[in-house]
């Protein structure tokens, strides 16, 4: 069973960079599926952010794209985000997901728990 | 960008009920569509992909249909477990989106 752990800090002063890391149990992150990030401001519907393929390959919602960065550790079997300039409307609850590509799967099959990521002074 | 209309927005019915949740793509997405189960504080769940397939251990009373522009979310008989959020997801192309949501809530 495939397992996601979102980990980094949970304030953000605006301006700055939100850090965050995806740890990956129970499968590779070398197995042939993309990882993404996915965001749901306070009361609001979800948001892909990103995703990123063990080669390193990744692709960016436009939205997004200057400012985010997705990179992946196969070493530690986990993968990053980085989003710079955070304002309050980057405060969110944000989750790694895997999304699964082959056959008859194109869909996100696996969920971390999600953490809460506030942007304030 | 594709955009992905739900409707309603949210609904109120009872256990045992039929309902049915709408997902509007704004072009044609053949069947790369799937819905997500959501219930508060939890990460979202997949019920059905390809627009009609049901996810591995979900309940047959899920049902999914629908191609090209217009996507259907069936439950046959709802149960108290379901009361929660449904999204619907294309996968037709990046970047992936999603719909509003819809809120299933007790009668």
């Known amino acids: 069973q495939v397992q996601l752990q979102e980990s980094g800090p949970g304030l953000v002063k605006p301006s700055g960079t939100l850090s965050l890391t995806c740890a990956v149990s129970?499968?590779?992150?070398?197995?042939?599926?993309?990882w993404s990030w996915v965001r749901q401001s306070p009361g609001k519907g979800l948001e892909w952010i990103g995703e990123i393929y063990h080669s390193g390959s990744a692709n960016y919602n436009p939205s997004l794209k200057s400012r985010v960065t997705i990179s992946v550790d196969k070493s530690k079997n986990q993968f990053s985000l980085k989003l710079t300039s955070v304002t309050a409307a980057d405060t969110a609850v944000y989750y790694c997901?895997?999304?699964?590509?082959?056959?008859?799967?194109?869909?996100?099959?696996?969920w971390g728990q999600g953490t809460l990521v506030t942007v304030s002074s | 960008d594709i955009q992905m209309t739900q409707s309603p927005s949210s609904l109120s019915a009872s256990v045992g009920d039929r309902v049915t949740i709408s997902c509007r793509a704004n072009?044609?997405?053949?069947?790369?569509l799937n819905w997500y189960q959501q219930k508060p504080g939890k990460a979202p769940k997949v019920l059905i992909y390809a627009a009609s397939s049901l996810q591995s251990g979900v309940p047959s009373r899920f049902s999914g249909g629908g191609s090209g522009t217009d996507f259907t979310l069936s439950i046959s008989s709802l149960q108290f477990e379901d009361f929660a959020t449904y999204h619907c997801q294309q996968s037709y192309t990046t970047p992936w989106t999603f719909g509003q949501g819809t809120n299933v809530e007790i009668k």
């Open positions: 072009q044609s997405i053949s069947t790369y």
């Open positions: 997901a895997r999304y699964c590509s082959g056959g008859t799967c194109y869909s996100f099959d696996y």
């Open positions: 129970g499968g590779s992150i070398s197995s042939s599926n993309w």
